[in-house]
């Protein structure tokens, strides 16, 4: 019964279907014959069917030699119908579906592109053509003007564009009454403010078109007039721009801090802006402000022009710590910071210039106490220290650095930093000397002065020259530092003693200081390809350093006359001389070199009481010649594993204060003196190194170690005695020794539990040394062994919640081969939980909490330190351009320093003050606005 | 002597015989067999500016650091008769001071037959090599109407948006190079892609040398690939879950990734 209506329904549906494609077939043939304009039939033309509603390609065939051309059987449908032929202006026509089978399009006629067009603009000046219609437009940037030319100086270069003496523009032949710039009327409508004002830098292209009439804009009817149009489009701001922050903190406890930074570019400069102020102990900036800072010169200042294996062409000499603008706070005491500077780079490819200023002041506040116990064969004694200091240093900076690219081949770098600075100490020092039985043995009381002024002076210039031989290199360099200081110190010491016989010993000093160090340095490096893998170096390095010292010690308390035995002028020289050569092997992946160098350290030295005096020793002159070798060993896996491997074999001559022969006694417990028959140190490097990283499973694992065993090392031997007018004296002398090495072991892997959820890390550590030394002519071995590992989970729950937990354990074993008993096993641990939570929008709360657990059992000493921060901010006013933020720092009011560490024959424990609880409210504004979501993690 | 140690030789002058025989026939379509040089260069800042999750600050901070020095130029090599192609990474280096390095190439080997219709290509991905094979799926450009001139010749241009990678890639293609070959994986336009630029220069592929010439065995995969069988759209969905997966962890995806 259900079959009739079936089958009446299909044989409906069946007859609509015949009766459709009788009016319009499904499929269809499209046929015609391509001629041009002038009836010369083109062959090989480019026929395309596009989809009229966004021209995707949907099919496409060519002219035969007879310009003809055929899509056989297509879908019978609307098609935007192209033909595109060399220097013809694309045919573009709509096609709809066609009622028979053979859509025969006869003759299609093309239009010829001006020839000058093509010539000129695509040829010779390499501009693109923009076809809209009957219309071209073309790439204004691909033509030169001179710098500071104007639109119009522009215009009068363009093909097909003439300017009349008046400055009225023409476009194939018609005035230009309308001119747009990015589209949008500039000041009105005379064309010639525009092209008379704009500089023709700032200029992307110039399009010329057709438009309707002003009228038919109007009035949407089309009355057929067109206008000749010009638009100027402004190149795109991708490089150029300014951004930012201020900040204003203020807080309890008297608590305020300030920072600021401002940077400005284009395509060829870079100036920026930054400064500090603040009691809150940051010395410095942080990394992010300085790169900013610096900007693409940020990782330029690396370059030294110490070439050859091993980095060795004589010792450079870096900025000091407190030079740098960073932030290197130490976690002790308190501070008191301003800095500031300037930084401009340029860079139009071939010259890159540099030049920055910065100034820094710090004025630390410090009262620390230290307790160490120092070990002998058959003794032992402690003493605690407790300090306190004022310092202020300061320093002025100025690095400058020029990169010309002289041709494709050539490169030179000229660079040159100079730094002033300044320091004034006052250091109050108490000792208080205890024997082994617990008993007091004497008290020491210092009170230094020390004020010192500095000059610092880094030059170098590198040449490099690429031959034509592909992989031929030569690149000479040379360099010039210069150090001065000049210092003072004013010391004062007073010992009690309680033994039986208690007495009082003062001393005073007066000690001037004049350092002035000089070195010239100079380094060859020539590369040879052997084959397109192998490849030859050979180098030479040459470095000559000049030190002069002058330190006179007067006595106070005698008419400031000299005192002989402390007083000591001397001055020294170290040539340096290296040549060598390896073997360089590179392919696939895999890295090998080999090579031998013989190296040559030539020191002279002459101790004299001062400039003029006869010489306290005979004049030092030693000679070393040593076969240095070296190899290394790199190969990429395919599966993003890469490994390395080196070895390399060092040789490094005594230091100059290693070698003077007379006592340093600033501190009359603690005297240094030099040991000029100290030989180079020598020891074997070994490394190897793993890195493996999964792109799919986001996890990523490393591993390195370090192997150092020397076959002669300098350390201080130490002597320990009783002194009547001192009591318990140290004298530290550099001696050499044989055995001894150092083994350190790293970790790190990173695994997601949960993909983008859940991520655990790992960190590891394991270091291992045995350093030999003399404690009282007995041979003393301190092993030292750490083991320090940390595991952490970072909890993503949703873009608005970051939870953070991780645990790290510390263990430091010390053993002294002297006395067994006197073995030491200190502690650290600690828990660290972190929260950042967005709860409502363009608000966030963050948080951390960090239990810091410190122990060592043999002295009892047992401290928990508990800090905990939290924040909270707000981002208000229009792009999220100000951040309010109320800040708690330590809320539990814990905070102290502590450090704990074993060396030679002695322990130590510090604790310093510092910063502990203060609250802050602080408003900050951001040239581009701050993000309103967490930050996840860094940048990249 | 016993003869049968002649064989292989035999088989060796057997098969010059057989070149010899098969030489004309490559001459056949000797006009549009050749190779392609193209200079790549990548613009990382660019590259990382594209990434949605930039915000205007970073964006302004890269390019401020990096803007002047982030381009990194290599060379690629395209192998292409009338019917075949195949593209791969050169040896040659664009940057000078890479003369001396030679690190491992990241198997990347894209063939494409059109006639039979088939592509086969070699890819690494995320540390792993899959082989691709299936057939030819090309993208859907659209056309446009610009003219230019690249390594001689004259390229109008097309479109096509990868909604994958979030590219706006705009392709040059020679009007009197009647071929559907071009760089990388891209493909199906009336004449040979002498120049991609994807995302506004974060990557630009430039033919600078077009070598007619026969190409013979260059056409042929190396030997002794392994890797994972794949299709295509097993293989896009690799590439989809990465990149959705670095998003929501705000890494960029293209370490392990190419472009």
Redesign the interface.
């Known amino acids: 019964m259900k079959l009739l209506p079936c089958l009446t329904a299909s044989f409906l549906v069946l007859c609509s279907i015949l009766s459709l494609q009788a009016q319009t077939p499904n499929k269809v043939t499209i046929q015609g014959t391509i001629e041009d304009t002038s009836g010369v039939i083109m062959p090989f033309a480019t026929v395309m069917l596009l989809n009229p509603v966004d021209t995707t390609l949907i099919n496409f065939t060519r002219s035969d030699e007879q310009g003809a051309f055929a899509f056989k059987n297509v879908k019978n449908t609307a098609y935007l119908f192209k033909i595109s032929y060399i220097g013809y202006l694309p045919l573009q026509m709509r096609l709809e579906p066609h009622p028979a089978e053979l859509h025969d399009l006869g003759v299609v006629p093309i239009k010829p592109i001006a020839h000058e067009l093509m010539e000129v603009v695509i040829r010779t000046a390499k501009a693109p053509l923009i076809i809209r219609g009957d219309t071209i437009e073309y790439d204004a940037t691909t033509f030169k003007v001179p710098p500071g030319s104007t639109v119009e100086d522009l215009l009068r270069r363009l093909p097909g564009i003439e300017v009349d003496a008046d400055g009225n523009v023409k476009a194939q032949g018609q005035s230009i009454n309308r001119l747009y710039v990015d589209g949008k009327t500039f000041f009105g409508n005379d064309p010639k403010s525009a092209t008379k004002n704009l500089g023709a830098e700032t200029i992307s292209k110039v399009q010329v078109f057709d438009e309707k009439s002003e009228q038919a804009k109007l009035t949407g009817i089309d009355d057929g007039k067109k206008e000749k149009t010009m638009n100027l489009e402004l190149k795109e701001a991708y490089k150029k721009g300014t951004f930012g922050k201020v900040t204003a903190a203020a807080g309890t406890e008297d608590r305020w801090a300030l920072r600021g930074n401002i940077n400005r570019f284009d395509q060829k400069q870079q100036l920026s802006f930054i400064g500090y102020g603040n009691n809150i102990n940051e010395t410095g900036v942080n990394w992010e402000d300085y790169s900013e800072f610096k900007g693409q010169n940020t990782y330029n200042q690396f370059d030294n022009g110490d070439f050859g294996f091993g980095g060795g062409g004589g010792r450079m000499y870096y900025f000091s710590s407190d030079g740098s603008p960073v932030n290197n706070f130490d976690g002790r005491g308190f501070t008191r910071n301003f800095g500031g500077g300037s930084n401009y780079n340029f860079d139009n490819k071939k010259t890159k210039f540099n030049a920055s200023y910065f100034y820094n002041e710090t004025a630390l506040n410090l009262d620390q106490y230290s307790l160490r116990q120092t070990f002998l064969a058959d003794n032992s004694f402690s003493n605690t220290d407790t300090v306190a200091q004022n310092e202020f240093r300061n320093s002025h900076s100025i690095a400058t650095r020029l990169e010309q690219q002289i041709d494709s081949l050539d490169v030179l770098i000229l660079k040159a930093n100079v730094r002033v600075s300044g320091n004034d100490s006052k250091f109050l020092q108490n000792q208080f000397f205890t024997n082994a039985d617990g008993s007091p043995s004497n008290s020491l009381n210092l009170d230094n002065g020390t004020m010192l002024n500095a000059w610092n002076l880094n030059s170098a210039g590198i040449f490099r020259h690429r031959f034509k031989k592909k992989g031929r290199n030569f690149a000479v360099s040379a360099g010039y530092n210069n150090s001065k200081s000049d210092g003072t110190d004013n010391l004062f010491s007073i010992n009690q003693f309680f033994q039986a016989t208690t007495f009082t010993d003062q001393v005073r000093q007066l000690n001037n200081r004049d350092n002035l160090n000089s070195q010239i340095k100079s380094s060859v490096l020539y590369t040879e390809p052997l084959s397109k893998i192998l490849f030859w170096e050979s180098f030479y390095n040459f470095s000559q350093t000049d030190n002069t010292v002058n330190r006179q010690t007067l006595d106070p308390e005698n008419n400031n006359e000299r005192i002989d035995n402390l007083s000591v002028y001397y001055k020294n020289r170290v040539l340096y001389n290296r040549a060598g050569t390896d073997i360089r092997y590179s392919n696939e992946g895999l890295d090998f070199s080999i090579g031998l160098a013989a190296q040559q350290l030539e020191l002279n030295g002459e101790y004299a009481i001062d400039k003029g005096l006869p010489l306290l020793t005979d004049p030092i002159n030693q000679k070393y010649l040593n076969l240095i070798p070296n190899a290394d060993l790199s190969y990429e896996f395919s599966n993003n594993m890469h490994i390395n491997t080196g070895y390399s074999y060092t040789v490094t001559e005594p230091q100059f204060s290693d070698l003077q022969p007379v006592p340093n006694v600033n501190n009359p417990a603690f005297q240094t003196v030099g040991n000029p028959d100290l030989r180079p140190e020598r020891s074997h490097t070994v490394s190897a190194g793993l890195y493996y990283w999964n792109p799919a499973s986001f996890s990523n694992l490393g591993f390195g170690s370090d192997l150092n065993i020397y076959d002669t090392r300098i350390v201080y031997s130490q002597t320990i005695e009783y002194v009547d007018s001192i009591g318990l004296r140290t004298i530290a002398r550099p001696e050499n020794v044989s055995g001894g090495y150092r083994f350190g072991n790293y970790f790190w892997g990173s695994y997601p539990i949960i993909k983008t959820k859940l991520t655990l890390n790992l960190n590891g550590n394991m270091n291992l040394s045995a350093s030999p030394a003399f404690v009282n002519g007995i041979e003393n071995e301190t092993r030292n062994q750490s083991f320090g590992g940390s595991i952490g989970l970072n909890l993503t729950p949703g873009q608005k919640l970051l939870l953070g937990v991780s645990g790290d354990a510390n263990f430091n074993n010390i053993s002294y081969s002297i006395q067994e008993q006197q073995n030491q096993k200190i502690r650290n641990y600690s828990v660290d939980g972190s929260v950042k939570w967005q709860f409502i929008d363009r608000t966030f709360l963050e948080s951390n909490f960090d239990y810091n657990i410190y122990r060592n059992d043999r002295f009892g000493f047992n401290q928990d330190i508990p800090i905990w921060n939290a924040s909270i901010r707000r981002l208000i006013g229009p792009k999220n351009k100000i951040e309010v933020r109320l800040a708690a720092f330590d809320l539990l009011n814990k905070r102290v320093y502590i450090r704990q560490y074993g060396s030679q024959n002695y322990v130590n424990r510090t604790i310093a003050d510092t910063l502990a609880r203060y609250y802050m409210l602080s408003v900050s504004y951001n040239v581009r606005g701050y993000e309103n979501k967490l930050k996840t993690r860094g940048m990249w | 002597m016993n003869p049968r140690s002649f064989s292989p030789l035999f088989l060796f002058l057997f098969f010059l015989l057989f070149l010899a025989f098969m030489a004309p026939q490559h001459g056949y379509a000797q006009a549009m067999e050749g190779k392609i040089r193209y200079l790549k260069v990548q613009n990382w800042t ?1 590259q ?1 500016s594209a990434l949605d999750y930039m ?4 964006r ?2 890269m ?7 982030s381009e990194w130029k290599t060379y690629t090599e395209l192998y292409f008769s009338p019917t075949r192609s195949k593209y791969l990474d050169s ?1 040659e ?1 664009a940057e ?1 001071n890479m ?7 990241d ?1 990347y080997f894209i063939q494409r037959n059109f006639e039979q219709n088939s592509i086969h290509d070699a890819i ?1 991905l ?4 899959y082989i691709v094979e299936d057939s030819l799926q090309c993208q ?10 690249v390594a001689g010749h ?1 390229c ?3 479109f096509w948006r990868d909604t994958i990678k979030q590219q706006d890639i705009t392709a040059w293609f020679a ?2 190079m ?1 071929n559907s070959a071009g760089p990388e994986r891209f493909c ?4 040979m892609i002498l120049e991609i630029d994807i995302n506004d220069g974060a990557m630009n592929i430039s033919a600078d040398k077009i070598e007619l010439m026969p190409v013979g065995e260059k056409l042929e995969l190396p030997k002794k690939i392994k890797g994972k069988k794949i299709k295509e759209v097993d293989f896009q969905n690799v590439i989809a879950t ?1 990149i959705e ?1 670095k998003r ?5 995806w293209m ?3 190419r472009y």
């Open positions: 660019k990382m915000s205007e600050q970073q302004q901070k390019s401020y650091m990096w803007g002047n020095d040896d280096k000078a003369e001396g390095y030679n690190g491992r190439k198997v690494q995320l540390g792993k090599t859907s450009w659209k056309i446009k109407n610009d003219m230019k001139e004259i109008m241009n097309a009007l009197d009647p199906g336009l009336p004449g990465q997966d929501k962890t705000e890494q960029p370490w392990g990734m």
